[in-house]
């Protein structure tokens, strides 16, 4: 990949002679240390197909470059891959024409979009925001608002502090309100205390979501849960459970929320994953990650009419949110996904990707404990006596980029257009990690 920035000078040389030394030198003093990263590579671009990256690697012979199948997608964020050519020439093609505007002007994208979010998603109303955690964020307000204002076993509103329901080992975001929603000590260490009206259950245990609106009586606004727990380590519920909580919500007068936001846009074989359990519509939903095909970061909070119209001007906002990029991004991300039938594509190849990694693992039943997931993303979870990011090291040595989550669990989702051939190459290459472990 060459740029017009590639010759620019830092730290005294141009940036395409930066070594692969250099640029972790750079990362190990600059930047804050949040993530545990796969040393010894650098990527430089998508490869010869689109589940292929190009990277410079360290060997004993120096710095050469391979390429290596893209096994993450960047959690799930990336459906069409690399260097796709739709998508390519009509960012080039809008980029061309206009920088941001605010949302106080409206401009001829955003309207289509939100028609297409309505046909794409079938919720009521959408607010166009940027990171996932600004969605959930905002989700954690408008139950808030609905709360206080139709709440409660009378329907006339909370008058204490609305209780949140979540679930252990959920994964929801880096903000306060989306850290109250998680249990997890790391994410919560040194923040406490954290917002009020929030607690947490076992998921995929509607007995213990039971005794929780037992314990609150009357005072739980909503339940917002993942309908696949990614992040924990693609915990896929059983397949009564969320219509459950949904039959629950409603007896209590309480909000169904939904995260979708590594499990939709067809990732698990459907628009979104609720649909894969024949539910009605949750109340709000959350959307990000794949809504741009992984160019640049769109998220949006989708919700019923009656919920959404809590928010008021001034009350809730957005520079970049529903901006023109995203805009028409989002709008191509769909007509794309609708064009090619990504939703058919990514059950088809989940069905064959699930079925290579069982094979691989039934050879090593001392080593798995169990391969599971729904359409394209699977993890492979390993016994606790062997290390996850020892197996991402090794997978990423055999030619597969693929991380470790929770330490045991190999999450596997790489772009759902891959080929079988790059399917295969993940199934070789956790085979040979398996044997060396």
């Not at 005794?211 to 727990?229: M, R, S």
């Not at 030619?399 to 596997?412: D, F, M, P, Q, S």
Request: aromatic share 8%; hydrophobic share 40%.
């Amino acid at each position: 990949m060459n740029t017009i920035i590639d010759n620019y000078v830092v730290n005294g040389k141009a940036i395409a002679d930066w070594t692969i030394k250099d640029h972790n030198q750079a990362l190990d003093t600059l930047g804050t240390y949040i993530y545990e990263p796969l040393h010894g590579v650098l990527v430089l671009g998508g490869g010869s197909k689109p589940y292929l990256l190009e990277i410079l690697k360290e060997t004993r012979d120096g710095e050469v470059k391979v390429e290596i199948v893209d096994g993450l997608a960047c959690y799930s964020a990336v459906p069409f891959g690399h260097k796709d050519p739709v998508i390519s020439e009509g960012v080039n093609q809008f980029i061309a024409q206009m920088a941001t505007i605010p949302r106080s002007i409206s401009h001829s994208y955003l309207g289509p979009w939100m028609v297409k979010l309505q046909e794409f998603t079938r919720m009521d109303m959408f607010l166009p925001k940027c990171s996932g955690t600004e969605a959930n964020e905002t989700a954690i307000k408008a139950i808030r608002k609905w709360g206080k204002n139709f709440g409660g076993k009378d329907g006339k509103g909370i008058e204490e502090n609305p209780v949140i329901l979540s679930a252990q080992n959920a994964f929801h975001g880096r903000g306060l309100g989306s850290t109250a929603l998680m249990d997890d000590p790391v994410s919560r260490k040194d923040l406490e205390p954290l917002m009020e009206g929030f607690d947490q259950v076992p998921f995929n245990d509607i007995g213990a979501l039971k005794d929780k609106f037992k314990e609150h009586d009357g005072n739980i606004a909503g339940v917002f849960l993942e309908p696949i727990q990614a992040e924990a380590g693609i915990l896929v519920p059983d397949d009564n459970y969320l219509h459950e909580v949904q039959e629950l919500t409603k007896k209590n007068n309480a909000l169904f929320v939904l995260d979708e936001i590594q499990t939709g846009y067809c990732r698990t074989g459907a628009n979104f994953a609720w649909q894969l359990y024949g539910l009605e519509k949750p109340d709000l939903m959350t959307i990000g990650k794949a809504m741009s095909s992984g160019v640049i970061p769109v998220s949006c909070l989708c919700g019923k009419k009656e919920i959404m119209d809590l928010f008021e001007p001034h009350g809730e906002g957005s520079t970049f949110g529903g901006y023109p990029l995203a805009s028409f991004v989002g709008l191509l991300t769909i007509h794309e996904l609708e064009k090619r039938n990504i939703t058919s594509l990514a059950v088809e190849n989940g069905v064959y990707l699930k079925h290579k990694l069982e094979e691989v693992a039934r050879k090593y039943p001392t080593k798995v404990k169990e391969v599971r997931g729904k359409g394209m993303l699977i993890s492979v979870e390993i016994f606790p006596e062997y290390d996850g990011h020892k197996l991402s090291m090794s997978m990423l040595e055999n030619g597969v980029y693929a991380k470790e989550t929770h330490e045991t669990n190999l999450r596997i989702a790489p772009p759902i257009v891959i080929e079988r051939d790059g399917m295969d190459k993940i199934a070789s290459a956790l085979d040979a990690s398996l044997a060396g472990l």
